[in-house]
């Protein structure tokens, strides 16, 4: 008998899905998703909305437990989306990453591939995230700042965060109450207006150096701008004493798209630093910088690693950033391109590799890397690509297949897109050699992965 919406059955639950539920089957194959659920339970769920080919349940009871299952020592864990699964104890979670990846590709990428052992665990599971972007809303008729409840905008108000550094783990709480007490209105994306959107925080996990980033929707007016300068700073200052510097972000687009391009600092100079032993770096609040610092310094050693097998001597590097992966290539290579296309990004970039003394080692290009790659003169031993979470356009990797290097490194913080863009460079005949994946995301289910791709078998 089929599953209709609102019905209460008993499932078995199989492997884990990329975005934390678990897949189920009933009776009759219909595929259900069930979010909170592990490997190998036996829940009672209630079937909450029927499409075609899947439906989504809620778990009402837990019949027979994972001996994995643990109880989320977050108060928010089942409204906020931040985080998925802390239901599991951390070895599991480090498990169930690395089967993510492998389901990926036999999925995706469908051709042998060398076994994945483990999933480097984090050094720390609590207080390990260096960034926090948490939308602002109205709740309760306040200005908050929160995350996203799960499969939805709502606003789950956050006072405290136990994933972020202990630097900034309070301030969400401290900031909704400032802004609500000067008055600063929300942005309502449903209407477009309001003031501010988002909250970005960061901090510098070696130097204790902490930005806060006030995302506006619009300009702000006189007597806002002031407010903002002789009221709001001095009150952030007085709750946070690691505060290095706030910055105002303007985004006036109506998307979902976090940051804009132009920000201006309200105080100080803007950017924060961070070390990545041997290294030293400078950001600011717009900037791709891993979250995790401690298990960053262990995925580029590992990534620079396989970029010299073999005796690389030349180096291109695709989505540079701000040049941390770059300054830990640059190592051990004679050479490393960097092409990167947010300007800021660029600029920080260039400081930072002549901060690092690598200048001389390191050629900055800034530009899209679809039109930059193609004009490349050069042989390159290696190409090491670090794209967002869509992966590399098809012209990126006809562009580097045609540059036909020994090595490709590609690192990534979503499997699916990785095990497309791998079966795309094994028809160009490029055979996976090493793959590793680290939890950089403790408690959620994201997880980055590194993969050294070879010319010929």
């Known amino acids: 008998m089929a599953v209709n919406q609102g019905d209460r059955v008993v499932l078995r639950t199989e492997k884990i899905s990329s975005d934390g539920s678990c897949i189920a089957r009933t009776s009759e194959g219909l595929v259900v998703f069930v979010p909170g659920a592990l490997p190998g339970e036996e829940i009672r769920v209630r079937i909450v909305r029927k499409k075609r080919e899947y439906a989504i349940a809620e778990p009402e009871e837990i019949l027979l437990a994972h001996s994995g299952r643990s109880l989320p020592f977050c108060p928010l864990y089942e409204r906020c989306g931040g985080c998925q699964l802390q239901h599991a104890e951390y070895t599991l979670q480090c498990r169930l990453k690395r089967d993510i990846v492998r389901d990926a590709f036999e999925r995706i990428y469908r051709a042998p591939f060398p076994d994945i052992v483990s999933c480097g665990p984090s050094p720390r599971d609590r207080n390990y995230r260096n960034k926090g972007s948490l939308p602002i809303g109205n709740a309760g008729g306040r200005t ?34 400032i802004l609500s007490s000067l008055g600063f209105p929300s942005y309502d994306e449903k209407t477009g207006k309001g003031l501010f959107r988002h909250l970005i925080l960061r901090c510098g996990s070696s130097t204790g150096n902490v930005l806060l980033s006030l995302v506006a929707a619009r300009r702000l007016s006189k007597a806002e701008k002031e407010r903002a300068e002789h009221r709001l700073v001095p009150l952030l200052r007085s709750h946070c004493p690691n505060l290095r510097t706030v910055t105002l972000n303007y985004n006036f687009s109506g998307n979902n798209v976090i940051v804009g391009e132009k920000t201006e600092p309200l105080f100080g100079d803007g950017l924060i630093e961070e070390e990545l032993p041997p290294f030293r770096f400078r950001f600011d609040s717009t900037a791709f910088f891993q979250v995790n610092s401690e298990q960053a310094v262990r995925l580029y050693e590992a990534a620079s690693r396989m970029a010299w097998a073999g005796g ?68 390159f031993d290696t190409v090491v690509v670090d794209p967002p979470r869509t992966g590399c356009s098809r012209e990126a990797i006809r562009s580097i297949l045609t540059i036909a290097p020994r090595n490709i490194v590609y690192i990534s913080c979503n499997p699916a897109t990785l095990a497309r863009d791998g079966a795309l460079l094994l028809e160009g005949g490029y055979f996976p050699r090493e793959i590793k994946c680290f939890d950089m995301f403790p408690h959620t289910v994201h997880v980055e992965t590194v993969v050294r791709f070879t010319l010929g078998e």
């Open 312 to 379: 690389t001597e030349k180096v291109l590097e695709l989505y540079s950033g701000i040049g941390t992966l770059t300054c830990f290539l640059a190592e051990g290579a004679s050479s490393v391109t960097a092409v990167e296309e947010w300007m800021p990004s660029v600029e920080r970039m260039k400081s930072n590799v002549e901060a690092n003394g690598l200048s001389g080692k390191i050629k900055i290009i800034a530009g899209p890397v679809e039109e930059n790659i193609r004009s490349l003169k050069g042989d």
């Open 144 to 177: 908050q700042a929160g995350y996203y409840a799960r499969r939805s905008h709502d606003i789950v108000p956050v006072v405290s965060c136990p994933v972020l550094a202990k630097e900034i783990c309070d301030v969400p709480g401290t900031v909704s109450d």
